[in-house]
């Protein structure tokens, strides 16, 4: 095997930039892939070389195996990473690098196909003796056969993709009325983002813990396992907490997991970096789930608290070196917890949120502290790809010490120009029933009216502020108020704005005694304390940190408002940039409300337009395989008594 000196990484984003951080103090030049979009992403710019793969959809560019090999090629690379998404667990993909003579940085395509489908998976499982969720996993895809399977095991059920993962193609059906449409969306969703619309049905069990093994196997047949993590914290069956080791489980609990994993693995002959997945119900017992044949989103916890590089691991193993330690030398060293930084709005159904990344800071370095992202200020985050801007990793020599560390990045961190999860975050981090370790899947919607309070309206004290930093932020000679930013002394002055921010509209009167911008920081006192609340001109826009939430201020208009909200009467607009899967709907069609009207699709994921009463339907304005825009008008709608 020739010395490894080019490594392409066929994947975007943060993981990529992961990868090649690692790979570039291994001495190695690092490829980078990318779509037309993605020609200047963060990923492409930290590369030695870039190679275009044309289109914008991942179908057109991420998930073409022909222009990945040529790219290889055309760069000299020896090897490929495929990060994880896309083609990770894709055994053809696997197939493809091999014959063309190339390193594979996962296991054999072989061990692919056989953990690669939930289906194949299970029955594996199920010969080697590992406990099962009561599920249906057959070949048979129609509606009937699952109603069958569903009656059979019991509602609710969960729908998931056999060759999914990230919470794509997965639904939970809670009766039989629901199941039709859960089944033909789950089965597009899972062949839009893996090629594969097959799925399988199981029980949907009541407050689970969502707890995986890291394995790592050579090519000498040596694997052991390094640790737990504990997932449990999602939504929409999508991870957004993780932490290592799991909170509570015993040592006899983590060697009983552990080696059943590793068991998984050598059944299958497995190579490298790989993750099993249990659920863990309240009696101790565990459940198998899948296997995944990659290296994790959320692997930098388990980097934390052993120590190791993964991804240097799985450049030496895919050379054939062995393992370095034994498993008896696995370290176990504190508490590492980390956060899935995300393009989307909690208040809005956790929908995908796309733009101008016109403010982003990251917290500062430091021990214990990690950052992992994708994207840096200006960039734009499309509607094409999946909404994870970037990780938050906080460690600690115990649980609580990681929990502050991280909670402290949180309040450090400052995202604007388009909604994300981090107040989100911060308040599932700040939670009392997270820090006391209570954890299952059933985590956020137990607590989610303190998770995603209804919105309050915004405080005197914040519209002053909000006033003070944006006039005071304006560049010189700029508009109307430049004369008043130093607010000379002895001529009064005060500046009236109409203001409006997160749907909120205030006139607010600035006066002489405003408090003032030192910077990019507008220093408040009261009561003798004085604080710091981060500010920043955008534009027409003030990004303010208060009370721990980003808040978007801009000027208001309120006649153009008036006339914006009237062209929209009746009309449904779409909630976010994406592609219109489907229009179920015509011209004249009388709806009743909750009528499915129009499928969208955005991020991998689809979001239905449902009738908000009934009514007739005036017009159409979109037609499937048509690119839409946030906020533009799908369906008009007229209102029946």
Same mark, same amino acid.
């Given at each position: ?7 392409? /990484? ?51 560019? $991420? ?72 599920? $249906? ?5 129609? #509606? ?125 002959? $497995? ?60 370290? #176990? ?51 094409? $790809? ?108 005060? /500046? ?102 129009? /499928? ?42």
């Amino acid at each position: 095997m020739s010395t490894l000196t080019t490594l392409l /990484v066929a994947n975007r984003g943060e993981i990529a930039c992961r990868v090649m951080r690692t790979a570039k103090a291994m001495g190695l030049t690092t490829v980078a892939v990318h779509s037309a979009v993605d020609r200047d992403a963060r990923h492409s710019r930290a590369a030695d070389i870039r190679v275009d793969l044309g289109g914008s959809k991942a179908a057109d560019s $991420y998930l073409q195996i022909d222009k990945l090999i040529a790219a290889a090629q055309a760069s000299g690379a020896q090897a490929i990473h495929p990060g994880y998404g896309f083609l990770s667990e894709n055994a053809g993909f696997a197939r493809a690098i091999e014959a063309a003579g190339l390193i594979f940085l996962g296991p054999p395509a072989s061990a692919i196909d056989a953990m690669g489908s939930k289906s194949a998976a299970k029955a594996l499982m199920e010969t080697a003796g590992v406990p099962l969720v009561p599920g $249906y996993h057959g070949e048979a895809q129609d #509606l009937d056969t699952f109603r069958d399977a569903c009656a059979r095991i019991g509602y609710p059920v969960l729908l998931k993709a056999t060759a999914g993962g990230g919470g794509k193609g997965m639904k939970v059906v809670e009766d039989v009325s629901q199941l039709a449409e859960a089944l033909a969306s789950a089965q597009r969703e899972a062949l839009s983002s893996f090629g594969n619309g097959q799925m399988l049905v199981e029980k949907y069990l009541l407050k689970p813990r969502h707890v995986e093994i890291q394995v790592f196997a050579d090519q000498h047949g040596h694997c052991l396992y390094l640790n737990e993590r504990d997932c449990s914290i999602q939504r929409r069956h999508q991870k957004v907490v993780e932490e290592a080791p799991a909170p509570g489980l015993s040592v006899e609990q983590r060697q009983a997991m552990g080696e059943a994993a590793v068991r998984a693995a050598q059944a299958i002959g $497995y190579v490298g970096a790989g993750t099993v997945e249990f659920l863990l119900d309240a009696r101790g017992d565990f459940f198998f789930m899948e296997m995944n044949t990659r290296l994790q989103v959320e692997h930098p916890v388990t980097e934390a608290i052993t120590g190791l590089d993964l991804v240097a691991w799985q450049i030496r193993v895919a050379q054939g070196e062995a393992l370095p330690i034994t498993q008896a030398q696995v370290p #176990l060293n504190g508490h590492a917890i980390e956060v899935r930084l995300y393009a989307e709005d909690p208040a809005n159904e956790f929908l995908p949120a796309t733009g101008h990344l016109t403010l982003y800071r990251e917290s500062a370095p430091g021990p214990g502290r990690r950052v992992d992202s994708g994207v840096e200020q200006g960039d734009r985050v499309s509607p094409f $790809y999946d909404p994870m801007l970037g990780k938050l990793i906080a460690w600690g020599e115990d649980r609580e010490q990681a929990r502050l560390r991280l909670l402290s990045m949180l309040e450090a961190f400052a995202v604007g120009g388009l909604k994300t999860n981090l107040g989100f975050l911060r308040r599932i981090i700040g939670h009392p029933a997270f820090a006391a370790a209570e954890l299952d899947t059933g985590f956020i919607p137990r607590y989610q009216d303190q998770l995603l309070p209804s919105p309050e309206p915004l405080s005197d004290e914040f519209w002053q502020a909000a006033g003070a930093a944006f006039i005071q932020s304006l560049p010189k000679n700029d508009g109307p108020w430049a004369d008043t930013r130093g607010f000379r002394a002895g001529l009064p002055a005060e /500046v009236s704005l109409h203001l409006t921010c997160n749907g909120q509209h205030r006139l607010v009167n600035v006066a002489t005694d405003a408090p003032r911008l030192h910077g990019e920081h507008l220093l408040i006192e009261h009561q003798g304390v004085r604080r710091s609340h981060l500010a920043v001109r955008d534009g027409t826009h003030v990004h303010l940190r208060w009370d721990g939430e980003m808040h978007d201020v801009s000027l208001f208009d309120p006649i153009a408002a008036v006339e914006a909200n009237h062209a929209h009467q009746g009309g449904l607009t779409a909630p976010m940039n994406g592609s219109i899967v489907r229009v179920l709907v015509e011209p004249g069609q009388h709806v009743e409300a909750g009528t499915q009207l129009v /499928v969208l699709e955005a991020m991998k994921m689809e979001h239905n337009i449902r009738a908000p009463h009934a009514g007739v339907v005036k017009a159409l304005f979109c037609q499937e395989g048509e690119m839409v825009a946030e906020g533009c008008a799908l369906v008009e709608l007229e209102a029946v008594d």
